[in-house]
């Protein structure tokens, strides 16, 4: 039994007239998205997420973020009922990360303070509180800057006593109703999962399950683009070594995710809605007239067909191309090279390039030289092998240090970086409900739909040949799937197209298209038409 629950209930024993209240969703077990159930005030200097990091009983545990010295704006709080004259035994877990913030508990205004110096290790506040009026009163935590705050410190936060651990009431689903049914097998407490959205954000998750046992959620979601993400931390799966455990994923009618069978995790992509290719419009100009009335990977061979015979100029003349392709007409506007690694759009560049006089040559570290940087790796098409090696559409001049840092890992979003380069690219594990779990490169937003589009550009001018390019290297094999109509797989798909979405096509895009025409003699179609990519692959 917990020790601290065996002394709160010898103080409510000894307190006269004492009774439980009611705090709902105290153990932080039921979330919806990032809002855990019955917490009615969140305050925006705050960010709550769940987790499974830290956890003092249960599964799952709050992890709160203090993003502000401003402590008014700090609140996390619910609404309880008391009654006249009863007293009511109030406790809360609390597990300081860095100890420069400290939290107040409130019960009906402020009571007593954690210690912040107690960290990496859970401590609790209490305060018994007698009730003069029968009425609602406000309880939950506040949290104060202390010295030394860096302006975000994370606190877990987990069994606000007295809690009712019972699950609210599901409102009506007016969207889809998806639902997973999880039979665990013998070593259940390795066993989680998580949903996430479009954008990785992680909408419904699940761990802490008991033994043998099976467990159903409902979850409500708008169309849109979804993963699944079953884990197992022992790395052998749910079945059939340690029991018979499996897990089902139903949506719209549809499975979209089953098994049991894996390793440490298995992601499962799907969409919910419309996701049908879109129609482009009618006039589309001379150069891409061919394409007009097509949609899907139809349009995809027209565009094919139109880009696939281009001048390749050899790997040397790319020194050509960047000098003039590849110059910062758009931020310092001073005729530097546009490194998209080194760049800092909004603050003054620390790293500067001067056109030809800094080529490569040799570096030790960031800011030494630029060289050409493949962003589809040559690795992945076999080498130095033309016209892919020369391709200019997508060779950008960039940092050499950074750029050996990528090496040929690819582009994802990073969970926790071991490299982040001056300007706050990163190389690092995969976040978790990205799909993939390996290395890859993140860039800055600003330029992820530039690389996004070169990827669909080399989907397509290249599809006569790149559904057998994934058995070239394993990071080829990781986002190509062996087809030349999807092209990659679907953690990559959907990654290149929310990163399309969300990174417009810019006037420096804009502009490096027509001087890698006038170089090589064919464009990019998703720069010219951006609508071309839900044409092809869907919304």
Same mark, same amino acid.
């Given at each position: 039994?917990?020790?601290?629950?065996?002394?709160?209930?010898?103080?409510?024993?000894?307190?006269?007239?004492?009774?439980?209240?009611?705090?709902?969703?105290?153990?932080?077990?039921?979330?919806?998205?990032?809002?855990?159930?019955?917490?009615?005030?969140?305050?925006?200097?705050?960010?709550?997420?769940?987790?499974?990091?830290?956890?003092?009983?249960?599964?799952?545990?709050?992890?709160?973020?203090?993003?502000?010295?401003?402590?008014?704006?700090?609140?996390?709080?619910?609404?309880?009922?008391?009654?006249?004259?009863?007293?009511?035994?109030?406790?809360?877990?609390?597990?300081?990360?860095?100890?420069?913030?400290?939290?107040?508990?409130?019960?009906?205004?402020?009571?007593?303070?954690?210690?912040?110096?107690?960290?990496?290790?859970?401590?609790?506040?209490?305060?018994?509180?007698?009730?003069?009026?029968?009425?609602?009163?406000?309880?939950?935590?506040?949290?104060?800057?202390?010295?030394?705050?860096?302006?975000?410190?994370?606190?877990?936060?987990?069994?606000?006593?007295?809690?009712?651990?019972?699950?609210?009431?599901?409102?009506?689903?007016?969207?889809?109703?998806?639902?997973?049914?999880?039979?665990?097998?013998?070593?259940?407490?390795?066993?989680?999962?998580?949903?996430?959205?479009?954008?990785?954000?992680?909408?419904?998750?699940?761990?802490?399950?008991?033994?043998?046992?099976?467990?159903?959620?409902?979850?409500?979601?708008?169309?849109?683009?979804?993963?699944?993400?079953?884990?197992?931390?022992?790395?052998?799966?749910?079945?059939?070594?340690?029991?018979?455990?499996?897990?089902?994923?139903?949506?719209?009618?549809?499975?979209?995710?089953?098994?049991?069978?894996?390793?440490?995790?298995?992601?499962?992509?799907?969409?919910?809605?419309?996701?049908?290719?879109?129609?482009?419009?009618?006039?589309?100009?001379?150069?891409?007239?061919?394409?007009?009335?097509?949609?899907?990977?139809?349009?995809?061979?027209?565009?094919?067909?139109?880009?696939?015979?281009?001048?390749?100029?050899?790997?040397?003349?790319?020194?050509?191309?960047?000098?003039?392709?590849?110059?910062?007409?758009?931020?310092?506007?001073?005729?530097?090279?546009?490194?998209?690694?080194?760049?800092?759009?909004?603050?003054?560049?620390?790293?500067?390039?001067?056109?030809?006089?800094?080529?490569?040559?040799?570096?030790?570290?960031?800011?030494?030289?630029?060289?050409?940087?493949?962003?589809?790796?040559?690795?992945?098409?076999?080498?130095?092998?033309?016209?892919?090696?020369?391709?200019?559409?997508?060779?950008?001049?960039?940092?050499?240090?950074?750029?050996?840092?990528?090496?040929?890992?690819?582009?994802?979003?990073?969970?926790?970086?071991?490299?982040? *380069?001056?300007?706050?690219?990163?190389?690092?594990?995969?976040?978790?409900?990205? $799909?993939? #779990?390996? &290395? %890859? +490169? !993140? @860039?800055?937003?600003?330029?992820?739909?530039?690389?996004?589009?070169?990827?669909?550009?080399?989907?397509?001018?290249?599809?006569?040949?790149?559904? *057998?390019?994934?058995?070239?290297?394993?990071?080829?094999?990781?986002?190509?799937? $062996?087809? #030349?109509? &999807? %092209? +990659? !797989? @679907?953690?990559?798909?959907?990654?290149?197209?929310?990163?399309?979405?969300?990174?417009?096509?810019?006037?420096?895009?804009?502009?490096?298209?027509?001087?890698?025409?006038?170089?090589?003699?064919?464009?990019?179609?998703?720069?010219?038409?951006?609508?071309?990519?839900?044409?092809?692959?869907?919304?």
């Amino acid at each position: 039994m917990d020790i601290r629950v065996m002394t709160l209930s010898t103080v409510a024993l000894l307190v006269s007239n004492s009774v439980w209240a009611q705090v709902t969703n105290g153990d932080f077990e039921q979330w919806n998205g990032n809002t855990p159930a019955g917490w009615s005030v969140i305050d925006g200097g705050i960010s709550i997420a769940p987790t499974s990091d830290q956890i003092k009983t249960g599964g799952l545990a709050a992890k709160v973020t203090v993003n502000t010295g401003t402590q008014s704006n700090t609140d996390l709080l619910q609404t309880v009922h008391v009654e006249q004259g009863k007293t009511y035994p109030f406790a809360v877990s609390l597990y300081h990360t860095e100890g420069h913030v400290k939290a107040r508990l409130v019960v009906d205004g402020y009571q007593g303070y954690s210690n912040p110096a107690q960290t990496n290790q859970w401590q609790d506040i209490r305060y018994t509180y007698t009730a003069t009026t029968t009425k609602d009163i406000q309880v939950g935590l506040r949290f104060y800057d202390e010295s030394g705050f860096d302006g975000a410190e994370v606190v877990y936060v987990d069994q606000f006593l007295p809690a009712d651990t019972s699950e609210p009431p599901t409102p009506a689903c007016n969207d889809t109703t998806a639902t997973l049914t999880l039979v665990t097998d013998q070593y259940a407490s390795e066993t989680s999962w998580t949903l996430t959205n479009a954008s990785g954000a992680v909408l419904f998750e699940g761990a802490g399950y008991a033994n043998e046992t099976t467990n159903t959620k409902d979850m409500c979601l708008p169309d849109g683009d979804y993963t699944f993400t079953i884990n197992d931390a022992y790395g052998d799966g749910i079945c059939c070594s340690a029991g018979n455990g499996s897990f089902t994923l139903t949506a719209d009618g549809q499975t979209v995710a089953s098994g049991g069978q894996f390793q440490y995790s298995q992601a499962f992509p799907f969409p919910l809605g419309d996701n049908e290719p879109t129609s482009p419009p009618s006039d589309l100009g001379e150069y891409y007239q061919s394409a007009a009335g097509k949609t899907g990977f139809a349009l995809k061979t027209a565009l094919y067909n139109i880009i696939n015979s281009h001048n390749s100029r050899g790997y040397s003349a790319i020194w050509d191309l960047v000098k003039v392709a590849d110059l910062d007409r758009y931020y310092e506007n001073d005729g530097s090279i546009l490194d998209m690694y080194s760049e800092q759009p909004a603050t003054r560049d620390a790293v500067s390039f001067t056109k030809v006089t800094d080529q490569c040559g040799q570096y030790s570290g960031e800011g030494d030289c630029y060289n050409r940087e493949h962003s589809f790796p040559k690795s992945w098409f076999g080498g130095k092998v033309e016209p892919m090696n020369s391709d200019g559409h997508h060779i950008f001049a960039t940092d050499g240090y950074v750029n050996a840092k990528r090496s040929n890992w690819p582009f994802g979003e990073v969970g926790s970086a071991s490299y982040t *380069s001056g300007n706050g690219s990163k190389l690092g594990p995969a976040e978790s409900g990205l $799909g993939y #779990n390996g &290395t %890859v +490169f !993140e @860039p800055l937003d600003t330029f992820k739909g530039d690389f996004a589009r070169a990827y669909f550009y080399m989907a397509t001018r290249y599809e006569n040949e790149i559904a *057998s390019w994934e058995s070239n290297t394993s990071n080829a094999d990781a986002i190509l799937d $062996g087809t #030349n109509t &999807t %092209v +990659f !797989e @679907p953690w990559m798909l959907k990654m290149l197209k929310r990163w399309h979405q969300n990174d417009p096509v810019s006037q420096k895009e804009l502009d490096r298209n027509q001087a890698v025409f006038e170089f090589q003699g064919n464009r990019n179609p998703f720069v010219d038409h951006p609508e071309f990519v839900s044409a092809i692959w869907g919304n």
